[in-house]
């Protein structure tokens, strides 16, 4: 296995904001030549090579730390198809390295006031602080057992500060009472739907209101979405507190995208205060899906595992990243995203259970059309004990167009078989056809072990939507 993988450097190096003396100068140019020569090193400053099998997660365009997105493919990045999926290929060699499950580890977002800087001086300054005779006498004279526990130990050291204290184990909410009507029906045992929204790109709350008018009474919860696609429109927050005020319950939807550490964890507190009790706390997808002028494209402050720990951690400890208490703290019920279809199933569960363990209470699937495939997803996520810790809404579509299958089939991480397109181009009446094909779909997934709920997205006409509920039962 080399070790080194030397690779285009993607996206520029990080260069230190602050300013230097000429001996940081000279380490940091030589470390920005040799490790962006062997392994395209962005100079994050917050080195993670060691965890993440030799290969730089930082040229993943959204900054990942902690695996890889909905979107990713064996083949490509879902973002810019010209580079491989850089967490596809960490995954990949750990497994073959053994290492697959060392990734469970939540690793903390950048502390940037590292980046641009020598990763090496951590090591210099830990090792001064263990001593450098005990050190070097811990290399020569350890077992060579003992010397991989040492070595392990003294590496997570230093990639988990005192701020942040990633680990691999599950980290059960410390209450267990319900905090929302969605969760204390799914804690009751309740089959539950909820339906996303995309708010309108309107400065006022008519086009909404309509809309919410037609879903009271017919799903347990509305999502609404956080500038799906990269486009803005009227604020997921605002529209929550509306959907609260018109007496249905919101799941209110956050990306990393559009945030820094500093607004999600103001955002986290104002939506507790507001009443707002669930959240959908995501990744995003990548400004560059949106519309020109695109904004910023390189380097997230956070992701969606890390969204998830810091906000148990604000709501089960009271703390936030900075070690001042919240008095009283927020609360709320976390939900993240699951992405059966991307990468391999046993990558996904992998990360699934990295997304439990930081915190996450219910996952929303991206849609489903391909029931096999997704079995085998639950499959993984049964073998990693998944199915009794977190509830699982599985994505729909109850879409009646071509167009809308055309286009939803080239979104990463949603695959419409080829079986559904034939059956699709044969049929003599499309409607009936696709109504047809949803309620197959709500029958299977109803079914299967570990799904406890529909979660209806890219919902054109509610109308539709209501007829494929109450043709299917759900709804009388
Ligand atoms: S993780 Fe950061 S320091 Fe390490 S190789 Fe990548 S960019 Fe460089
Ligand atoms: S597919 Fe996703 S995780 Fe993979 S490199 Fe691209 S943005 Fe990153």
Same mark, same amino acid.
């Given at each position: ?10 996206? %520029?190096?990080?260069?230190?904001? +602050?300013?230097? #003396? ?10 920005? *030549? ?14 993670? $090579? ?13 900054? @990942? ?22 967490? =596809? ?13 060392? /990734? ?62 990633? !680990?691999?184990? /599950?980290?059960?909410? &410390? ?42 009474? @017919? ?44 607004? /999600? ?37 956070? !992701? ?9 951690? @604000? ?6 990243? !900075? ?23 046993? =990558? ?5 259970? +990295? ?22 997803? /639950? ?7 998944? $199915?009794? &810790? ?7 579509? %109850? ?28 049929? #003599?009446?499309?409607? *009936? ?44």
């Amino acid at each position: 296995m080399p070790i080194f993988t030397p690779s285009r450097r993607w996206q %520029p190096p990080f260069f230190p904001f +602050k300013k230097r #003396n000429s001996s940081e100068k000279i380490e940091e140019a030589f470390e920005r *030549t040799f490790k962006g020569l062997l392994w395209g090193c962005r100079m994050c400053g917050n080195c993670l $090579l060691q965890e993440t099998a030799f290969i730089c997660p930082m040229a993943c365009p959204k900054g @990942l730390r902690n695996g890889p997105c909905g979107g990713s493919t064996p083949e490509h990045c879902c973002v810019d198809e010209t580079r491989p999926c850089i967490w =596809y290929a960490i995954y990949e060699r750990a497994e073959k390295m053994g290492r697959l499950e060392k /990734l469970l580890e939540v690793f903390p977002p950048l502390d940037w006031d590292k980046a641009g800087t020598s990763a090496l001086r951590d090591v210099y300054e830990k090792i001064d602080a263990y001593g450098k005779r005990r050190t070097f006498s811990t290399i020569l004279r350890s077992s060579t057992r003992e010397r991989e526990i040492k070595w392990e130990q003294f590496f997570k050291d230093i990639r988990q500060p005192d701020w942040w204290h990633g !680990d691999d184990q /599950l980290h059960p909410p &410390r209450s267990h009472e319900p905090v929302s009507g969605l969760e204390k029906r799914l804690s009751e045992g309740a089959f539950v739907l909820s339906c996303e929204i995309v708010p309108p790109a309107a400065g006022e709350f008519s086009a909404l209101d309509a809309r919410l008018d037609q879903l009271k009474n @017919l799903v347990d919860a509305v999502n609404i979405t956080d500038n799906a696609s990269a486009i803005p429109r009227l604020s997921a927050f605002t529209c929550s507190q509306r959907v609260l005020a018109l007496g249905i319950e919101p799941v209110l939807q956050m990306t990393a995208r559009d945030r820094t550490r500093l607004s /999600l964890q103001a955002d986290l507190i104002g939506a507790s205060a507001a009443g707002i009790r669930n959240l959908l706390l995501i990744t995003g997808d990548h400004p560059n899906k949106g519309c020109p002028p695109f904004s910023h494209m390189d380097a997230w402050d956070f !992701d969606s595992i890390q969204a998830v720990w810091i906000a148990r951690k @604000l709501r089960d400890e009271g703390v936030f990243l !900075d070690g001042r208490m919240a008095n009283p703290p927020p609360n709320y019920f976390i939900g993240t995203a699951a992405a059966p279809f991307a990468s391999e199933s046993r =990558y996904q569960a992998l990360r699934a259970e +990295k997304k439990v363990n930081a915190g996450a209470q219910f996952m929303q699937t991206n849609l489903i059309f391909d029931v096999k495939r997704f079995e085998a997803y /639950l499959e993984e996520l049964s073998k990693r004990g998944l $199915l009794d &810790r977190v509830y699982l809404l599985a994505g729909i579509a %109850p879409i009646k167009t071509m167009a809308a299958a055309k286009y939803l089939r080239q979104l990463p991480g949603i695959v419409i078989p080829d079986a559904i397109m034939q059956r699709l181009a044969k049929a #003599n009446n499309l409607e *009936t056809e696709f109504l047809k094909i949803s309620l197959e779909l709500i029958e299977k997934l109803r079914c299967l072990p570990g799904v406890h709920g529909l979660h209806f997205m890219a919902v054109n006409d509610i109308n539709h939507l209501k007829t494929v509920l109450i043709e299917s039962g759900l709804r009388t």
